[in-house]
């Protein structure tokens, strides 16, 4: 594996170039994926330990007051990066000029962002009526300056798809937040050990950064070639903007029509069915988009490189959505208890709009590697727009109606929006449903098998009927796809593409050497 610890310190210059990753792609991109799915993996256990601790230690109350100016800030936060560590990413060729300037625009919209939540805290305090309210916004506000500091450089190690290393600064941040927030329940600080939590994340994150990267901006300059980059970043800002009311109006729109007890079904339906799609999906797309972004010039290798990307995300997402909602009756009440037996109704149809989800999520990523975010921006306005009149459709029905017209308009909007995306690039529709047919094939027979499965173990435990589906489910999936034309050697591939996370990295860049802390 590519190995990524510090011997010394490699030239600046050496952090633009990419011209080395071409020639191990294929091997990086798979190593990246899974060394970056393995660093969710350890994110999502540290999270759930430090959880299983912290609520022994604090009280709801604590949550809750944290999670009162987190509602705020989560917003507020998607305007620190301004779009442009996607721009330093995708970019062909950047210089040092460009990244510096970059840099100190980051750190003023950061300070910007840090000054307006500390303005807020008042506002805050007085609208939940809660005066702690006002010094938990000032502490939190501190944190964006840290961040501020650290996303070109960020942006610089995913150029360079230098995964191992912003696994081991994610999973040193996350555990030295867990371990000052645990420090400071335990000697009574109350909610205030939440807060330290997160200053604790940005400070250790901040330092392990410019640790792992050996970049150093200068003072930015004028006529440094930047406008196209800001452009490019201000339209995936928009698009960030505008995606994020569109996935909140469901919620908005159920509980205020259908009250607290249905938006939670909804909401732990929805939670529940996005959080094991959204390892898969994250990871991959985290890795994909330096890698299409270095061939975006090489039209038959983009086309080759994405339609392994959509092959293999539609292989892992597709029959985990069909077994997810064909056992939700049996797991749901497993994991949360009977009391939430009534959010498997709403599951089971939004799975289907999950069904296709990951793999048509990809069209947004061929827009922002291809360097059109114009359009990108556009195709979110337009896409945000249908899905909200959707959910608004929907609410006469309750939150089961809002979940089928979500679906309805995902399914209804698949093929012109593929079109849109994917004109002027080297993709097309008949790409995209070629990749993804023998999947949905086998996905759909899976779906069947396991549902005539259910009558021959109808009134067993929850585990039993769980763990015997799962076992013919993944029999029948792969059968299937042996069966199919060219599915065997698919297979094979996929084998291969597992080989390659063991393998060392045969050819490395003579600069960028790995780092070792001395």
């Excluded at 009162?68 to 936060?77: E, I, L, P, S």
């Excluded at 500091?149 to 942006?155: F, G, K, S, V, W």
Aim: proline share 4%; with cysteine.
């Amino acid at each position: 594996m590519e190995d990524h610890t510090l011997t010394r310190t490699p030239p600046q210059d050496e952090y633009f170039d990419t011209s080395h990753l071409k020639a191990d792609l294929k091997g990086r991109s798979v190593r990246g994926g899974a060394v970056t799915m393995a660093a969710q993996g350890a994110k999502f256990f540290l999270q759930i330990g430090s959880t299983v601790v912290l609520a022994r230690l604090l009280t709801p109350q604590d949550f809750g007051l944290i999670a009162m100016v987190t509602a705020v800030t989560g917003f507020v936060v998607m305007f620190k990066d301004m779009g442009l560590s996607m721009a330093t990413i995708q970019r062909a060729e950047i210089n040092h000029g460009q990244i510096s300037t970059l840099f100190w625009i980051n750190v003023l919209l950061s300070l910007g962002i840090m000054l307006v939540t500390a303005a807020l805290a008042p506002a805050i305090a007085w609208f939940y009526d809660e005066q702690r309210l006002t010094w938990i916004t000032l502490a939190l506000a501190g944190a964006f300056i840290f961040g501020g500091l650290t996303i070109q450089h960020q942006a610089l190690l995913k150029r360079q798809m230098r995964f191992v290393t912003l696994a081991l600064i994610q999973i040193i941040s996350i555990s030295a937040g867990i371990l000052a927030a645990i420090i400071a329940a335990w000697q009574g600080m109350g909610y205030w050990a939440l807060v330290i939590q997160q200053l604790a994340i940005a400070i250790a994150n901040l330092i392990a950064v410019w640790v792992a990267c050996g970049w150093r901006p200068d003072l930015p300059t004028r006529r440094s070639g930047i406008r196209g980059m800001l452009a490019f970043g201000s339209h995936i800002t928009g698009f960030n903007v505008i995606n994020y009311f569109a996935r909140n109006s469901d919620n908005i729109l159920i509980g205020r029509f259908c009250g607290s007890g249905t938006l939670g079904l909804y909401s732990k339906a929805y939670n529940l069915l996005l959080l094991p799609i959204s390892q898969i999906r994250g990871p991959l797309n985290a890795v994909a988009l330096p890698a299409l972004s270095r061939i975006q010039d090489d039209p038959n290798r983009y086309k080759s490189y994405y339609t392994k990307l959509l092959l293999l995300i539609s292989f892992i997402s597709m029959p985990l959505t069909v077994f997810m909602s064909v056992c939700s009756k049996s797991f749901i009440p497993l994991l949360l208890g009977d009391q939430w037996l009534g959010a498997s109704s709403i599951f089971q149809v939004l799975a289907i709009a999950a069904f296709i989800q990951p793999a048509a999520s990809t069209r947004g990523l061929v827009l922002v590697t291809m360097g059109q975010s114009g359009r990108y921006l556009k195709f979110g306005l337009i896409n945000g727009v249908l899905i909200v009149a959707s959910f608004a459709i929907g609410i006469r029905w309750g939150a089961i109606g809002v979940a089928l017209a979500y679906t309805i308009a995902n399914f209804l909007i698949l093929i012109p929006s593929l079109w849109y995306c994917f004109r002027l690039t080297p993709i097309s529709v008949a790409t995209f449903f070629k990749a993804i047919v023998r999947p949905v094939i086998a996905s759909l027979t899976m779906a069947m098998v396991v549902q005539l499965g259910h009558r021959f173990v109808f009134g067993q435990p929850d585990i039993i009927i769980i763990s015997i589906s799962l076992i013919i489910g993944l029999l029948t999936y792969l059968l299937t796809w042996t069966l199919l034309p060219g599915g065997l050697q698919l297979l094979h591939d996929f084998c291969f593409y597992i080989s390659l996370v063991f393998q060392k990295q045969t050819q490395t860049s003579p600069t960028l050497n790995t780092l070792e802390i001395n």
